[in-house]
C-alpha cells in the first residue's frame, strides 16, 4: 500500500504533495487535541485576530515545514528500499536508521528555524544565541505532549506507523519463512497486529532518544 504513494519512480510534485497530504493528516488532529487540552486557549486564538496569527504562523513556519521535511525524508528512505525490491537486510537497516534519523533532523531543522526566525519576524527578541538556546528545553518537553514542538514531533512519528508496521511485519514474515518456524507463536509473530505494537514500540524509543538528546543539549549548553 505504501509503495502505491511513495515511489521512486513517481514525480518529484506528486511524491512531494503525497508526503504533503500525510503530514496536514498527521498533525491537524493532533493540534485539535493540543488545544482542547488547554482550558481558554481554543476560545482565546478564536477572540484575539493576533493570536491567531501568530499561532498559525508558526505552525506553517515551523510545524508543518519540520513534519513534512521528516516524513519526506522518511517515505523516501523506504521507497529507495522498495524499489530494490526489499532485498535482505534493507528493512532490517531502515527500521535502525530511520528512528534516530528522524530524530536528528528534528532537531536540526528547529535549532535552524529558531535561528532563522530571530531575523524574520524578530521572534526572541532578534537575538539568534537565544534562539539557539530555547531549542534544548523546548525540545526536551516535546515528548510530553506540552508545547507545540511536540505536537510536530508526535505528528512526524505517528506518520511513520505505517512505515514501521509494514517493514516489521516483512522482516517477521521472512524470517519466520527460513527458519520455517510453525506454531501458534510463529502465526503471532507473522501477523500484523504483532507488527503494529512493534511499531509503536519504536515510536516510543524515538521519543526516549529525543528526550535524551534534548537533556544532553542542556548540559552541553550550561
Known sequence: MIERYFSVD?????FSLNALAVSCGGL????????????????????????????LRQVVTNGL??????NYLGFFLYAVVAARNFPDGALARLLLIDPPLRVAVFIVLHGLIYFLSADWFGSFG?????????????????????NLSG??????????????ATAIHRVLVRHSARRA????????????????????????????????????????QA
Open 10 to 14: 513517481m514525480p518529484f510534485w506528486r
Open 28 to 55: 491537524v488532529p493532533l493540534l485539535l487535541i493540543y488545544v482542547a487540552l488547554r482550558p481558554g486557549f481554543g476560545p482565546m486564538l478564536m477572540d484575539n485576530g493576533l493570536a491567531l496569527r501568530l499561532f
Open 65 to 70: 515545514l519540520v513534519v513534512f521535511t521528516v
Open 126 to 146: 532578534g537575538d539568534h544565541w537565544l534562539a539557539l538556546r530555547v531549542v534544548g528545553p523546548t525540545l526536551a518537553a516535546s515528548a510530553r505532549f506540552s
Open 151 to 164: 505536537v510536530y514531533f508526535y505528528a512526524t512519528l505517528g506518520s511513520a506507523i505505517p512505515v514501521y
Open 181 to 220: 518456524t510453525v506454531g501458534p507463536l510463529a502465526s503471532v509473530l507473522r501477523g500484523r497486529p504483532a507488527a503494529v505494537v512493534l511499531a509503536f514500540g519504536l515510536f516510543a524509543v524515538s521519543a526516549l532518544l529525543l528526550t535524551g538528546s534534548a537533556a544532553t543539549i542542556v548540559i552541553l
